[in-house]
Structure formats: C-alpha cells, structure tokens
Nanobody, 124 residues
Framework: VPLQASGGGSVQPGGSLRLSCAASGFTLESYAVAWFRQVPGKEREGIVVFRGSDASPVYIDAVKARFTISRDNANVVYLQMNNLKTSDTAVYYC???????????????????WGQGTQVTVSS
C-alpha cells in the first residue's frame, strides 16, 4: 500500500482529530494529496486537496474553516479536523496523484495512489 492513513478514532461532537497520510517508498513533494471520505451506502466524497506549497488547498464547503490540510515534511500530509460534527463520521482515505497538469480535484478516479482508510466516528 503506497499510502498509510492513520489517526482516526472516536470523539464527541466539537472534538478534534488529526489524520496522517504517509508515503511509503517515495516522497510526496511532486504529488497532490487529497482526502476523501465515505459512509456506507454513499459514494466516496472528496473533501480537500493539497496541491503543493505553491498553491492554496481547496476545501469543500462542508469542512472549510474546520479542517486544515498541511504537509510538514516530504513524506507526510496531515488533516487537522476541529469542531467535528456527527456528519463527519466516515472512513477517511488519502489519495495522491502527480501534481502536474489539471484534473477534477474531487473525482476519485483522478488519483493514482490510495491509502487503506481510517475510521472517524463522531457521536455523543
């Protein structure tokens, strides 16, 4: 598995979690990294894309101002999730693709590499 997603867990509404997406055997410097999430019975939903240090991340409205994506080193991308809501409950996946050119940011078929998913549960 080229990407390792971790950091999921169970929290109460209003809580925080930080997810990590670590590359194995390569660096993420020339890749765009996205986080998707999926709940049973629904399609996988793209929520944020990190396009590198020269471009601003792109968030969907549902997570904007609550989630922050960042890359601290060449191999790991983080997703800081604050003020979590019950609607954020899902399996979260990180994905990567080469950052050159243009693509549909939140279309999962555009991404070449995937992690295994990490469960996030928000409930009281």
């Amino acid at each position: 598995v080229p990407l390792q997603a971790s950091g999921g867990g169970s929290v109460q509404p209003g809580g925080s979690l930080r997810l990590s997406c670590a590359a194995s055997g390569f660096t993420l410097e020339s890749y765009a990294v996205a986080w998707f999430r999926q709940v049973p019975g629904k399609e996988r939903e793209g929520i944020v894309v990190f396009r590198g240090s020269d471009a601003s991340p792109v968030y969907i409205d549902a997570v904007k101002a609550r989630f922050t994506i960042s890359r601290d080193n060449a191999n790991v991308v983080y997703l800081q999730m604050n003020n979590l809501k019950t609607s954020d409950t899902a399996v979260y996946y990180c994905a990567a693709r080469t950052s050159s050119g243009s693509w549909y940011l939140f279309r999962d078929s555009e991404y070449e590499l995937w992690g295994q998913g990490t469960q996030v549960t928000v409930s009281s």
